[in-house]
């Protein structure tokens, strides 16, 4: 917790950070932006950073700092932003996140987001497990033990899906089922709650409007509260600008108020 | 075709791949992670490679290795994921698609994805035609005969969109008629069917929904089958991630079910 | 005037240009391709960017250079494409906007297109105003006077997002109005007219049309005409691709039909 505090309010690591010199950067994993760097060019962004970010949001309540960590590397890795990764999942690690959730978020994701932006987030992971000796005894097994599946609901929303793409396009229909409903949502590395928040994350900070309602659902089912998806989409604006907070709001609103009480 | 089976079946290769020595890659075109990078962060996403995507998606019938190569291409590009390309680029080439074809395909999605995203797929390219001694004998010329234009067609649409956007956006519409539809779309070093199938795959790796209707028309007026059109959406679940095709799968639906049989 | 015909019509410039030699590349701010490279690959990607870009599309009247230089940074930024900024924050420069514009526009996009694009950008500017001498002095301060406020009009945009989402979202409603419309929009480096075109330019380049509307109202409010509403539709069909122009064609005409005349 201490190591924590002091990272949240170190401005100097949060708006870019000098990289310790035992964590020279391995390829794809470039350190990120020194604070004189940015006044170089763009002082107010220091500031806002320093006002806002740090001083502010990863501050309030109604979405924990280890929430708030998962939601930013959600929203870099769905949006390809590589630079300022290694300092995130530093930032993770010291919030709470596990290293294995970190593995389990990079997997989730490769097919939430596309099998590219998942890789692409590879070398800064290794680099920062590396600099923290996590080795492979701490990172979940490619396959063993699964959670337990709700056979009736995963049976109807197959059944759902299959009604309307199964004639069009079987291979996606299959492939939800073997892959996404059957196996990876039921890789006990990461809780159910968490695996939604990240989906969740990934659709809005990517812009994918129309599959927020089914996830935002199935992320309520799984625990996450009214006030920590209204928390996502404000986090959400900052890093991964207002115009896709603004474009999820109505959908989130949507969701909430149809749900029962 | 023994290559291509020597590279579907060779995970290590598939799933990130060691680069032979004589292709050290230059500015803009890195090599791509190597096996024991993936395993190091996440063991269950090189699982997952192995068994779905060369085990599985890519031996799928209903569409080619050569057209899910192009398929792939169209999306790596149009999301501006350079860091795979070198290896899908080979592919590609392994797959039966000539170097003219890639030339072409990048010079399309400069105008389908935007221009930046074409010239960051240059050092990629170059690096792959060096190392295969393509030199621009088998390039297609900047300009040159042109395939022939269906005048009425053309016009018909020239006709629709001029209505809509002439008064609004003008160059848009003229740009669109010089450029596009009686310049790009004549060139005869892609076929008219494999430019649609790019231009759809593109709109679909980009969540571009709005725009899939009249291009997967044209495609299939081009001879995209039902077929392969419901299995680009299923090969794109995993290059451009599960949001993108099902937002995609209801309009493809649309489109298919509107056709006359 | 001099510098600007000169690099409008210096092809190899325009095309990926040779960086001088006392313009040595910092980390993130990559020299762009040379002509021969992308001749290489494709040799009508090169003949398009000399007939229609810099022969044809930057020459067109209804938008000056240097709006078109805005809506290009803007355009990049926004969709995270490094590679070619350097090129054209030179060229904004030439084309007359101010380097405390350029340091407006990259803060300003922070929040309009997500952190780590802004983040992304400064490299590129920090080595185009090195090699140009731009100093602090330059920039704007990180804080400072303020433009006038419009109470009433901000009071009732407030009053209706809070009603809207004030229940859902409090964050996100809190620093809309707090970080955005009281102070970001405020900052006097950027006229309200540019700041504006930034953001429209942002939004059509991001495929984000559910905000256009408001956006591009706000625009025009705040000077920008009808004409070049439409110009900035046909110069993104290049710099984003020609899917992102037809998006925002439809909105981009209901907009301009609704406003009184």
């Known amino acids: 917790m201490r190591r924590l505090a002091a990272t949240l309010f170190s401005f100097s690591l949060f708006a870019g950070g000098a990289i310790a010199a035992d964590q020279a950067p391995t390829q794809g994993a470039n350190p990120m932006l020194k604070s004189e760097e940015i006044r170089a060019v ?8 320093q006002q806002f970010l740090q001083g502010d949001l990863w501050k309030r ?26 300092f995130y999942l530093g930032l993770a690690l ?3 996140v596990k290293p294995a959730e970190i ?19 590879i070398p800064a992971a290794k680099n920062v497990f590396n600099s ?15 959670l337990p599946l709700d056979e009736a609901a995963e ?8 009604e309307q793409f199964g004639q069009i ?7 939800t089922t073997d892959v996404l409903f059957r196996d990876l949502w039921l890789r006990p590395g990461l809780a159910p709650r968490d695996r939604s928040l990240v989906t969740v994350s990934a659709l809005i ?23 920590e998806a209204g928390e996502v989409v404000g986090h959400l604006a900052f890093y991964a600008g207002w115009p896709n907070a603004f474009s999820a709001a109505p959908v989130v609103k949507d969701v909430i108020e149809k749900r029962p009480r």
């Open 42 to 49: 763009a002082p107010a962004l220091e500031k806002y950073a």
């Open 61 to 86: 309540a109604g979405l924990s700092p280890r929430d708030r960590s998962i939601v930013t590397l959600a929203a870099l890795i769905a949006r390809n932003q590589t630079v300022e990764l290694p």
């Open 94 to 96: 010291d919030n709470g």
């Open 103 to 121: 593995s389990e978020i990079i997997t989730h994701l490769a097919f939430y987001t596309g099998w590219a932006n998942a890789m692409n987030a």
């Open 132 to 146: 923290r000796n996590i080795g492979a005894d701490q990172l979940p097994p490619a396959s063993g033990p699964q």
């Open 155 to 162: 049976k109807q929303r197959a059944t759902r899906v299959g």
């Open 169 to 175: 396009t079987p291979s996606l229909v299959q492939y």
């Open 205 to 227: 900070a990517a812009g994918q409007v129309a599959q927020i309602t089914y996830h935002l659902n199935r992320a309520m089912d799984n625990g996450l509260t009214r006030e």
